[in-house]
């Protein structure tokens, strides 16, 4: 009896397993891939939770990891990870896709070393075959490399991505654009007109900007000054945004890993004080003092002096932007202007959802603008490069980029798509039903392409630490000027 | 030291050698395991040494030869540039500011915070005090808060529109004071970070000291006739001499290394517009790593050694001079 049961159990058993390997046998041929975990490393928001939850559905079978950190630590990270690579060719756990933001774009294009060159991929079918699943996502065909994309894109914003030796080593998400989001209702309070052509009438140069900003703060009551009310949230924002309507920022391209510095020329430089750095005065004339020596470049001193001349009109608050006073200020109108970005379109719906229905969105004075816009790229020691690139033509494909924006706002890099309807005449009700679209794309279209050197972000930041000093009245602007000569000189060694 | 610890038991007058215990009899008395007195105890303390050697030493000697080189990581580029990387330390302008700052925030937060944690210890140490451990409690916690938390909490108390101290200032009609662009403002701001962290815990180091201070002393002295304060003065600060000497040497190391709150307060790692609350690490870091400058970032760290070195070299002497006026 209880052999005979034995023998039945053991039957069983055998059955089960004969049944479960003939599974096995027949699970690869019917269903997918196996499973793969996606490292992302990134900043901000550039990969969007829904995208990736659309992801998910088409590929049942790829994780997404994203490991996020502010953005100059996202790119220590990189950094550390790649030279572990490069001196020891040990992979630790390395990231699948690494985004870049544009202010490194230069810095990283010096070290293709570092990156996969997308030209030697090529798409899988997987994205092709799981196109019947979600038939609205863009069908990504197999066997593309990045050649095969490049034209998709915008050519300025394709070349922040390419190293020197023409190696692709990173793909573009977004454009930034640059306009002005202002509130109709504390205009019309201030006795401006709201009408969006007509308020982008008001301000075709950085002058004019200036000089409505004044308008505007004679109608603030003395009590609102008090409390720190403004026109515009930081007026340091204007050193960017002029500074990328130029044609040359502090590097020429001349072909080389690093570009050429040119933030300084001979000029007409103060004699000053070493410890003091205020300009001598020559004993006898009275007059200040001036010798043939390096100044800042022309494009900076335009930025710089819109920027001081702004300050010095106190048309600014002097919050800074992401800050816990920048957040609660957007909704309390302690300013009535932003300089934004596509992207911060999504950040403002965010933070000051009262607001909705008081924005509308201006062109950004002196011409077209642009602030940020990354790349993705796939770190040479990825583990996954393959999952890592069929992602990265689904998540910028120009199909995916229009849903991106109609959710996010960020705007879509795919030139493509510039002439879609769906694209040119999308309107934002937060925004008064601006045709944000279409206002974007204006401004896009009338930038310049501007080269972005090695040393980008360092040479920003020393900058803006110099307008800091002047707005807090630390030092004279022509003090601090001479400070960052002294600060860039340093960095730039 | 070593007659007390072996009297009583059968143990040879001389101090033992760990090398010849073995061919002694364990003593009758059963007092512990002979050998681990031993050379057991050098498996003991393996595996700090291993991990010194390999975290603590190797670095340091990596980097001394890396402070000598213009190095990129990335491209494995190596030129060997001398002492040119020390010489622009010195010249640098930044590294002067910082290492003031740094001085500036260690005394800021180093003489009121002990002046404090005394008053505490000796309110903690007064008969007359209720829930007693209900109040040293209290006093531990803020040493056990996230020091991002604290950064980030006293960052919003010290906002410049709407910070809560501002608001107190502007009460009393005073102008805004910028908590983070005022150089001496925002030195204070962080060293009150500092002191509220770690003033309870020296409170506590204090009490622990005052409490070994045998009541005798307090009853002779209020014998001859010494108040409160004579007797806190004559008998309780004498009483503390090691105590401070040693909460001292604690705070100048904690003070060398303050990173986390002049960070958060200033947003960025250049220390603000002005480096006004850059301190010697983050003058440290914001040059190797955001600046890229591997090399020059090792002489700053070799230069941040000598002067740990010679404060080192101070802490030393004031100690031994301490320790000599206890034996007289």
Redesign the interface.
């Known amino acids: 009896m209880s052999k005979n049961k034995f023998t039945r159990s053991l039957a069983g058993v055998a059955m089960i397993a004969t049944v479960g390997a003939g599974l096995l046998v027949a699970a690869p041929a019917k269903a997918t891939a196996p499973a793969v975990t996606i490292n992302i490393w990134t900043f901000g928001d550039v990969i969007e939770p829904a995208m990736l939850r659309a992801y998910k559905v088409i590929h049942p079978e790829v994780t997404i990891a994203l490991k996020k950190a502010d953005l100059?630590p996202s790119m220590?990270n990189l950094?550390t990870s790649?030279?572990a690579y490069?001196?020891s060719h040990h992979l630790g756990s390395p990231p699948d896709i690494a985004a870049v933001e544009v202010s490194y774009s230069g810095?990283w294009r010096a070290?293709p070393?570092?990156f996969t060159d997308m030209r030697t991929l090529s798409t899988s079918a997987a994205n092709a075959n799981a196109q019947s699943l979600v038939p609205s996502s863009s069908n990504i065909a197999s066997g593309l490399s990045a050649n095969d994309i490049k034209n998709n894109y915008l050519a300025w914003r394709w070349a922040q991505g390419t190293g020197y030796n023409d190696s692709v080593i990173g793909i573009p998400t977004d454009v930034g654009g640059l306009e002005v989001a202002y509130r109709t209702d504390l205009f019309k309070k201030a006795g401006l007109p709201t009408d969006r052509a007509k308020v982008s009438a008001l301000w075709p140069t950085w002058d004019k900007f200036i000089a409505v900003g004044k308008q505007y703060m004679t109608k603030v009551s003395a009590a609102d000054k008090k409390?720190?009310v403004g026109f515009i949230d930081n007026v340091g924002t204007i050193y960017a945004a002029s500074m990328n309507q130029g044609t040359y920022k502090y590097y020429n391209n001349n072909g080389t890993d690093a570009g050429q510095l040119v933030y300084k020329v001979q000029g007409n430089a103060p004699v000053y004080d070493p410890k003091t750095k205020a300009q001598k005065i020559d004993p006898k004339t009275k007059k200040p003092m001036f010798k043939k020596d390096w100044v800042l470049n022309p494009n900076i001193t335009k930025a710089w002096d819109y920027t001081i001349k702004a300050d010095n009109a106190g048309i600014g608050t002097?919050?800074?932007q992401y800050?816990?006073?920048w957040n609660?200020g957007m909704t309390k109108g302690t300013f009535a202007t932003i300089l934004a970005p596509a992207w911060m379109m999504d950040y403002i719906k965010g933070q000051a959802p009262t607001t909705s229905g008081k924005w509308n969105i201006a062109s950004l004075p002196g011409g077209g603008g642009n602030q940020g816009g990354t790349q993705l790229t796939i770190p040479k020691w990825a583990a996954h490069p393959q999952e890592a690139w069929d992602f990265i033509n689904w998540y910028l494909a120009p199909q995916q980029q229009l849903t991106v924006f109609k959710t996010y706002g960020l705007f879509p890099s795919t030139k493509v798509i510039y002439n879609d309807p769906a694209l040119t005449g999308f309107k934002d009700p937060f925004f008064t039903n601006a045709p944000v679209g279409s206002i974007y794309l204006t401004g896009i279209q009338k930038l310049q392409p501007i080269f972005e050197g090695k040393?980008e972000r360092?040479i920003d930041?020393a900058i803006g630490?110099?307008?800091?000093?002047v707005?807090?009245k630390?030092?004279t602007s022509l003090q601090s000027q001479i400070q960052v000569m002294?600060d860039l000189d340093?960095?730039t060694? | 030291m070593a007659d007390i610890a072996t009297k009583g038991r059968s143990r040879p007058k001389a101090a033992p050698s760990p090398w010849k215990q073995k061919k002694r009899k364990p003593s009758k008395g059963g007092s512990g395991v002979p050998s681990l007195n031993g050379k057991w105890a050098y498996l003991f303390i393996a595996p700090f040494v291993i991990m010194f050697l390999i975290f603590g030493l190797l670095p340091v000697l990596y980097s001394t030869n890396l402070a000598f080189y213009q190095y990129d990581p990335l491209s494995l580029s190596q030129t060997w540039v001398g002492w040119d990387n020390f010489k622009f330390v010195l010249a640098d302008e930044t590294f002067w500011i910082s290492l003031g700052n740094t001085f500036e925030i260690w005394a800021l937060s180093t003489f009121p915070q002990m002046l404090m944690a005394i008053g505490f210890a000796a309110i903690l140490r007064s008969r007359f005090l209720r829930g007693k451990t209900f109040w040293r409690t209290i006093l531990l916690v803020p040493n056990i808060t996230s020091v991002i938390a604290v950064a980030i909490i006293f960052g919003q108390l010290f906002g410049r529109d709407y910070g809560m101290i501002n608001n107190v200032i502007g009460f009393f009609g005073f102008p805004h004071i910028d908590f983070v662009e005022n150089s001496f403002a925002s030195h204070v701001a962080v060293a009150v970070m500092i002191t509220w962290r770690w003033v309870g815990y020296n409170s506590l180091i204090f009490l622990a000291s005052m409490l070994a201070i045998p009541d005798e002393l307090y009853e002779s002295a209020s014998l001859d006739g010494a108040g409160a304060w004579k007797q806190f003065t004559n008998v309780t600060l004498p009483g503390l001499k090691n105590t401070i000497t040693f909460v001292l040497i604690v705070g100048t190391i904690g003070g060398l290394q303050v990173y986390a709150e002049p960070l958060t307060l200033a947003g960025t790692q250049d220390g603000g517009s002005s480096h006004q609350l850059s301190t010697l690490t983050m003058y440290l870091y914001n040059e190797t790593f955001i600046n890229m400058k591997y090399g020059y970032g090792a002489a700053i760290g070799i230069l941040i050694t000598i002067i740990v070195l010679i404060i080192s070299a101070i802490n030393f002497l004031v100690t031994r001079r301490v320790a000599s006026e206890d034996k007289r």
């Not at chain 1, 630490?465 to 000093?469: E, I, M």
């Open positions: 100059d220590t950094t790649c030279s490069v001196q810095y070290y070393q570092c409390k720190g002097r919050i800074g800050t816990s006073d609660v040393l360092a930041q630490a110099g307008l800091g000093r707005a807090a630390k030092q002294i340093k960095a060694k």
